[in-house]
């Protein structure tokens, strides 16, 4: 897996990538877990979405937020951490310039700096957002939702409550324009454990209806 390193606006940014196999491969952008718990972009989760899009023939980044592991800089509550996905996907998109697609997707704190970063950038297709902190964060920044998408969540969170998702999800699913797909898995807690498989069968099965042309 090529390393490769980015220039952020803090600094150097560390990142992985996978280039697809044709000259308009759709092209994704990973967001890794909250750097002040422990995440990064080798994160189990984080790694499963990498290969989730990587095996279906995207051209896929993920990579380290400011202040984590190699990447220099300082946590910043969000803000640059939404730049620093910028620029991510900047230097994606220039990496692929006659890309099909593209997809933007996260786990926990990732999934929030996702959706942020589809509201500034139009030419979202698609989102997979992994237990999204709607607890934690205000989410009403999603009026209107430019983009179809996912919400996977587990019925075991103890951290993120099924019903605060839902509550996003209820709220997106009322514009007109898009589809909102949600899936809970029972067994599920807010780190996944032992429930690693049902990431990529929930959300590969997502994925291949939605490049197959059907709206959910």
Not at 12 to 20: K, L, N, P, V, W
Not at 21 to 33: D, G, Q, R, V, Y
Not at 106 to 117: E, H, P, T, V
Request: aromatic fraction near 10%.
């Amino acid at each position: 897996m090529p390393e490769v390193i980015l220039a952020g606006a803090a600094g150097r940014i560390e990142a992985r990538y996978s280039a697809g196999k044709t000259e308009n491969a759709p092209i994704a952008l990973i967001l890794h877990p909250h750097p002040k718990a422990g995440g990064h972009m080798n994160n189990p989760v984080t790694v499963q979405l990498f290969h989730l899009f990587m095996t279906r023939g995207f051209s896929v980044l993920r990579f380290n937020f400011r202040g984590v592991q190699k990447s220099q800089g300082e946590f910043d509550s969000g803000i640059g951490e939404l730049a620093d996905a910028a620029t991510a996907l900047d230097w994606l998109q220039a990496k692929n310039p006659t890309a099909s697609q593209f997809w933007v997707a996260g786990y926990d704190f990732g999934a929030y700096i996702g959706m942020q970063l589809l509201m500034r950038r139009p030419e979202t297709d698609g989102f997979i957002s992994v237990s999204p902190p709607t607890n934690a964060y205000d989410f009403s920044f999603l009026a209107p939702c430019p983009a179809s998408g996912m919400f996977l969540h587990g019925g075991n969170d103890s951290i993120v409550p099924t019903a605060e998702v839902d509550r996003v999800v209820a709220k997106l699913r009322t514009q007109k324009g898009i589809t909102i797909a949600s899936e809970v898995v029972p067994e599920a807690n807010h780190f996944w454990n032992e429930q690693l498989p049902e990431v990529e069968r929930r959300i590969g099965a997502y994925i291949d209806r939605r490049m197959a042309g059907e709206s959910e």
